[in-house]
T-cell receptor, first 111, second 114 residues
Framework: KQEVTQIPAALSVPEGENLVLNCSFT??????LQWFRQDPGKGLTSLLL?????REQTSGRLNASLDKSSGRSTLYIAASQPGDSATYLC??????????FGDGTTLTVKP | NAGVTQTPKFRILKIGQSMTLQCTQD?????MYWYRQDPGMGLKLIYY???????DKGEVPNGYNVSRSTTEDFPLRLELAAPSQTSVYFC?????????????FGPGTRLTVL
């Protein structure tokens, strides 16, 4: 059974800092990995999707990497801003189509 | 496109009551999912559907039922509500199983059972 772990559960950084969020998974037979952002009381917004054949994806200040062999993905946020404060979730999808989610990392960026 | 829409946004139920959570998507997606999210946790899959007329259980299906009579709609039925079903419910959809297909989520329904 696939297990997805996100450590740390919470992270607080000063504005302007570069930071890395981690996502680990136990079964490397994945189809894709998707990073989401969730604001308090809101739904999930897709940030980046990395297919199993890809090593990384970039969107603006965000860069996500994937290392299937080690069961790890990282989400790099450059020059963090208070507006980046949210919970970040990763979801791993196997071929069968049913995703497994991590519990998320809650990020606070202090002005 | 409105994307994935859910109604209601909030609901309070008494123990033993029933209700249906509505989910509609206008992207012509084949796959639809229902998840629940408990406080401080990730999402757990309740039921999913690979197309009209086809549904299957996820990780936590007990106490719920679904149907999928059209491509657009995927309602979730709660029978005999229990306090353990207090949670936020998210509906999601994806076009297919290709590796580049993203999941899109609705805004959620916050349910409290008292």
């Amino acid at each position: 059974k696939q297990e997805v772990t996100q450590i740390p559960a919470a992270l607080s950084v000063p504005e302007g800092e570069n930071l890395v969020l981690n996502c680990s998974f136990t079964d490397s037979a994945i189809y894709n990995l998707q990073w989401f952002r969730q604001d308090p009381g809101k739904g999930l917004t897709s940030l980046l999707l990395i297919q199993s054949s890809q090593r990384e994806q970039t969107s603006g200040r965000l860069n996500a990497s994937l290392d299937k062999s080690s069961g790890r993905s990282t989400l790099y946020i450059a020059a963090s801003q208070p507006g980046d404060s949210a919970t970040y979730l990763c979801a791993v999808r196997p071929n069968a189509g049913k995703s497994t989610f991590g519990d998320g990392t809650t990020l606070t960026v202090k002005p | 496109n409105a994307g994935v829409t859910q109604t209601p946004k909030f609901r309070i139920l008494k123990i033993g009551q029933s209700m249906t959570l509505q989910c509609t998507q206008d992207m012509n997606h084949n796959y639809m999912y229902w998840y629940r999210q408990d406080p401080g946790m990730g999402l757990k899959l309740i039921y999913y559907s690979v197309g009209a007329g086809i549904t299957d259980k996820g990780e936590v299906p007990n106490g719920y039922n679904v149907s999928r009579s059209t491509t657009e709609d995927f309602p979730l039925r709660l029978e005999l509500a229990a306090p353990s079903q207090t949670s936020v419910y998210f509906c999601a959809s994806t076009l297919g199983l290709a590796a580049y297909n993203e999941q899109f989520f609705g805004p959620g329904t916050r349910l409290t059972v008292l």
